[in-house]
């Protein structure tokens, strides 16, 4: 620097009045303010209410900017998630749609925030024309004390109403002054320190190298495993399914249920799930139907000229399948030749054993039985059952309908639900039969809910009542109506 410039005195930019109490400085704001003065500042040790009306100050637009920003990124956050989901890696699973709103929000709603939390940070610098490394009221030494004791208001001297005589006046002629003071521009040279000039030349290096390795990666193949720098994530002490464990002494990592044990919220009373009432100190065989009326070897093809097996009489059922003393077919052998009555079995089993003894059923359905679980009732039994038994219960369904066009010769017709013997059958057994099936029936246990096969139960008790039901067992108001139908 040249003896000239440090010979050269420094540029006035500024008047500073000082004040001892916050009442004060507000009535020099108003006044500075009204007598049209628009380039002024107050410093305080605190916040100071009512100081930016005072000083004329406007609002900033640091809310706009925040909520420019703020709509920008929820916008990218958006278009970021279709361009991937909807576009590039679109999900079809189960027919839902490959993108959609709701899904998105969070997403939409995290990336509003990121962006104006930003345009806060950064509005606020450039607003406040930050960072700034010299400021000239620092080398005044009573400014110090502005964040301890004392309040000060400052006019530039490029304001429109500044003059040097009559501003001076002004501030001399506050009420509660107690010194006007002037400001000079720091002669320090205003070139950045050489510490910061490499520190920011590093960080615009290091910031872009990760768009390199990123553009690297994209457009180049690798045989080399990928850069894993938080390997919890990938390599966990974890057990995963269907692998071996040396750590229980099956081997296996996968562990069964604890017998008798039941989730905490998950257990269900055992007569709902079962239809049997269970005993007191003693197992009741839940999937007593699966053995139950199992034809002999040669007796599941019905005769040409009868009825399939289950749709007859429980007494003739047990004539047709009962094994002769000579293991000759039962249509081969004179009907005089049959057993006595007295020793087939009471319900019509061909079984020369020992007949294990029924469970405890559930007599009624344990539901509370109302229009909805009829209703209920009746569009499961339309979905799972009258494929085959029909909608009336009668046996007809569309299935065995078309088995018996095709004439399958292994077809056996459902049971028709109106047989005597169904009649009355408990409604636990019923229940047991939909979940464990019977015969050649499969059980649907895994595929209905027990409160929606208990609502099959009731609604096959009202298919049945339609046959069985007594005009005394009809409400009077609804036999009326039936009476004016002519029905």
């Known amino acids: 620097m040249s003896e000239e410039a440090n010979n050269t005195e420094p540029k006035l930019i500024g008047l500073m009045a000082q004040f001892d109490d916050p009442d004060s400085l507000l009535a020099a704001c108003e006044k500075v303010r009204k007598a049209g003065y628009t380039k002024t500042d107050a410093y305080t040790p605190f916040p100071l209410h009512g100081i930016d009306e005072a000083l004329g100050i406007k609002p900033t637009i640091l809310p706009w900017i925040v909520l420019t920003l703020g709509v920008m990124g929820g916008f990218a956050g958006l278009g970021l998630q279709y361009v991937t989901n909807a576009d590039w890696y679109p999900f079809i699973i189960s027919a839902k749609p490959v993108w959609s709103l709701p899904a998105n929000i969070p997403v939409i709603f995290e990336l509003v925030i990121l962006h104006s939390a930003i345009a806060v940070f950064i509005g606020m610098l450039f607003l406040n024309k930050l960072p700034t490394f010299s400021n000239p009221l620092f080398r005044v030494p009573e400014f110090a004390r502005a964040t301890d004791d004392k309040f000060f208001l400052t006019i530039d001297v490029n304001d429109d109403k500044y003059k040097p005589n009559k501003t001076r006046e002004l501030l001399d002629g506050l009420i509660g002054q107690t010194d006007v003071i002037e400001v000079f521009e720091d002669p ?29 990666a994209y457009y180049q193949t690798s045989t080399v495993p990928r850069i894993n720098p938080i390997r919890d994530m990938d390599v966990q002490l974890r057990g995963d399914t269907q692998t071996i464990s040396p750590v229980f002494a099956d081997g296996r990592t996968m562990r069964p249920r604890i017998p008798g044990t039941v989730a905490r919220g998950e257990w269900v009373d055992p007569i709902m799930l079962t239809g049997i009432v269970p005993e007191i100190g003693g197992e009741q065989n839940v999937i007593f139907l699966q053995e139950e009326d199992t034809p002999e070897e040669g007796a599941d093809k019905p005769a040409e000229d009868e009825k399939p097996a289950e749709d007859k009489p429980a007494a003739e059922e047990a004539e047709g399948q009962q094994p002769m003393a000579d293991d000759a077919p039962a249509e081969d052998k004179p009907a005089e030749e049959a057993p006595a009555a007295e020793e087939k079995p009471a319900d019509g089993e061909a079984a020369a054993e020992p007949e294990e003894p029924e469970p405890n059923w559930v007599k009624i359905a344990p539901i509370s039985v109302t229009k909805a679980t009829l209703e209920r009732g009746r569009q499961r039994y339309n979905i799972y059952c009258s494929v085959c038994h029909g909608l009336a219960g009668d046996g007809d369904g569309l299935v065995s309908q078309r088995a018996l066009q095709l ?43 027990a409160e929606d096969r208990w609502a099959i139960v009731t609604y096959v008790r009202a298919l049945q009542k339609t046959r069985t039901g007594t005009p005394e067992e009809i409400p009077a108001v609804e036999m009326k109506e039936l009476e004016i139908k002519g029905q």
């Open 188 to 216: 320090s040279p205003a070139e950045l320190p050489k510490i910061i000039k490499f520190v920011g030349i590093a960080a615009t290096v290091v910031a872009v190298v990760p768009p390199i390795l990123l553009w690297r």
């Open 407 to 449: 004439e399958q010769p292994t077809w056996i017709p459902p049971t028709n639900l109106h047989t005597d013997y169904l009649l009355t059958q408990p409604d636990g057994k019923l229940y047991n039969t939909i979940t464990h099936g019977i015969r050649k029936m499969k059980g649907y246990g895994d595929q209905i809910p």
